[in-house]
């Protein structure tokens, strides 16, 4: 079956079975009231909707179990991105103490690196950065950050499901070029099942992803570039440009309310996106606007990378620094936080 299938399956699965999951989630009380705080949404909506990405996730990566460098390997995958939902579910019915969480997750990020290896170096344009223990480590951690920054920037309707997407789309492309079908199968099926989900959460939103969807789509984005820099299949630096819209606005929040003095790992609603609904984008177009970023101005410097990688560098930089330049002028807009959260 070609690799583009998984996600035909992936999207039929999770928009056909959404409606029946839904009223599971309302009969069970897993519902989002409309609050003041950094909620954006004005109407009970049912979360845990992501369960559904994570069910399709798994079902296409079990199909694939035969055609792994050996079966272990693929079921240790599948257990990490369990691992991954599970620990999102747990936070979905009630939320844990940070540090059982970043246990969690680091125990996840561990039998990532198991199932797929150390990172021996990495390569930015001709240079190749020996130093497997270092890049290893750092690599676990971006696991961690990943699955984290992905449900830090699950607050408006469709923009985890449409980065899901995106990431999806990316990586299946890139690894079907490079003739790697099992990965181009399971990317093919992160953006089949966000796109899925997206028929049930675009503006206005019937369900939320929940914290188990957002950890399992940043889980799924966490595997698929580990696997890629780890196996020299697509360089880090173009990794970092596909994801680098959330990457850039989670982790420069977050090291600003550090800075700020914050309390970082409580919520809060000064995200840019958040700004940006709160100064007066309507769900809709704050997804037009993090689609179009993508589509005009990522994607052509993803591409000129491809096309001449000895520059790759320079393309990465010039794409985070215009972001990093969009996130500073919309937190500058809003002005500086009155509390401390």
């Not at 069910?55 to 035969?66: E, F, R, T």
């Not at 699950?154 to 099992?182: H, N, R």
């Not at 000895?310 to 936080?337: D, K």
């Amino acid at each position: 079956m070609p690799w583009w299938w998984a996600g035909v399956i992936g999207a039929a699965a999770v928009a056909l079975g959404m409606r029946p999951w839904m009223g599971w989630l309302e009969r069970q009380g897993m519902v989002d009231q409309p609050g003041p705080s950094r909620r954006l949404h004005s109407q009970p909506t049912p979360r845990g909707g992501g369960a559904l990405i994570a069910l399709a996730l798994l079902g296409l990566g079990a199909s694939q179990l035969p055609v792994f460098e050996t079966e272990i390997q693929g079921v240790m995958l599948l257990a990490f991105l369990a691992m991954a939902a599970g620990l999102g579910w747990l936070e979905d019915r009630q939320p844990r103490p940070i540090r059982w969480r970043l246990a969690g997750q680091f125990a996840a990020g561990l039998l990532l690196v198991l199932a797929l290896g150390p990172i021996d170096g990495v390569s930015v344009g001709s240079v190749v950065v020996p130093g497997q223990w270092v890049w290893t480590t750092l690599g676990c951690i971006a696991v961690v950050w990943l699955m984290n920054l992905h449900n830090f920037m699950d607050g408006s309707d469709g923009l985890a499901a449409c980065q899901g997407i995106w990431m999806g789309l990316g990586f299946s492309v890139l690894f079907a070029l490079q003739g790697e079908l099992i990965w181009a199968w399971w990317a093919a099926g992160l953006a089949g099942a966000c796109g899925g989900f997206l028929v049930w959460n675009r503006p206005i939103a019937s369900v939320f992803m929940g914290d188990t969807g957002s950890y399992v789509v940043g889980g799924a984005v966490a595997l698929l570039a580990y696997q890629a820099v780890a196996s020299g299949q697509i360089s880090i630096v173009i990794c970092m440009m596909l994801t680098a819209l959330f990457v850039v606005d989670a982790t420069a929040t977050l090291l600003r309310r550090v800075i700020l003095g914050h309390r970082w790992y409580t919520p809060h609603a000064s995200h840019a996106f958040q700004r940006l609904i709160a100064g007066g984008l309507s769900h809709a177009q704050l997804l037009m606007v993090f689609i179009g970023i993508n589509v005009i101005w990522v994607l052509p410097m993803v591409a000129a990378a491809i096309r001449w990688p000895h520059l790759e560098a320079w393309f990465g930089a010039m794409v985070y620094a215009t972001i990093s330049f969009g996130w500073w002028q919309t937190q500058q807009q809003a002005g500086m936080p009155k509390q401390k959260g």
